[in-house]
């Protein structure tokens, strides 16, 4: 089992709507959670992070904790093909002393116009 | 947000030479990292630093080796380019803040070895 873990897509929605990106984890030690968008040919860019249970929101962006399930997603509202890129989930967490950040595989998302 | 600087962006290098990758950061971060990624695929962490004089071997195998005798600069270099070493190369450096370990990359380095 991957420590992080993410369906790889692509997840296709039409403009207008909410996407939802899912990731799951296994250390149940890990305190911080991320999401990065990745351009095609580009490098991931940090879209937000969230470290406590419940929702956190960034204009159309809405991130979700929920701890117990070991279980973080991001919402996006209004979907835009601009938003057509791959997303990747990121878990941080103490390893033997250090904070270890480990990546998922990514989503990549399609914006249908 | 940090500002990280990667040069060259893109490299194309014959079989068997020394190449030199860099990477610079403004923040100062004590951390930095160096990531490789084939388009489409996953990241890979080849190296670490969690200081000055501190290096250390990521979860991907790889045949360069980088230094930090600086805070604000982390090099990458191989010895000896091969075709198997074409991809892309990401520094990232990071610092603890209240939202975690939070990890900010550089635009990348595009290596092609022929």
């Known amino acids: 089992q991957k420590e992080v873990e993410q369906n790889s897509g692509p997840l296709s929605v039409p403009e207008g709507a909410i996407a939802s990106l899912n990731c799951t984890y296994s250390?149940?030690?890990?305190?911080?959670f991320f999401w990065y968008r990745q351009y095609s040919g580009k490098s991931p860019e940090l879209i937000m992070s969230?470290?406590?249970?419940g929702d956190k929101e960034d204009g159309r962006f809405t991130a979700q904790l929920n701890k117990a399930s070991q279980y973080v997603s991001l919402l996006i509202r209004d979907s835009q093909p601009s938003d057509s890129a791959t997303y990747l989930c990121?878990?941080?967490?103490?390893?033997?002393?250090?904070?270890?950040?480990?990546f998922g595989t990514g989503t990549k998302l399609q914006v249908i116009p | 947000e940090a500002d990280i600087y990667q040069t060259p962006r893109y490299l194309v290098i014959g079989t068997g030479k020394k190449i030199t990758l860099e990477c610079s950061q403004t923040?100062?971060?004590?951390?930095m990292y160096w990531y490789q990624q084939d388009p489409g695929m996953e990241l890979h962490l080849i190296h670490y630093?969690?200081?000055?004089?501190?290096?250390e071997k990521g979860d991907l195998s790889s045949e360069s080796t980088v230094s930090r005798i600086r805070t604000e600069h982390f090099p990458l270099t191989l010895e000896s380019a091969r075709p198997s070493h074409t991809s892309q190369y990401l520094c990232?450096?990071?610092?603890?803040?209240?939202?975690?370990?939070?990890?900010?990359f550089g635009e990348g380095s595009w290596l092609t070895v022929v």
């Open positions: 990232a450096s990071s610092q603890w803040t209240v939202d975690g370990n939070t990890i900010y």
């Open positions: 250390d149940r030690g890990s305190q911080s």
């Open positions: 969230i470290y406590s249970n």
């Open positions: 990121a878990v941080s967490g103490d390893s033997g002393g250090y904070q270890k950040v480990t």
């Open positions: 923040m100062g971060h004590d951390k």
């Open positions: 630093s969690y200081g000055v004089n501190s290096t």
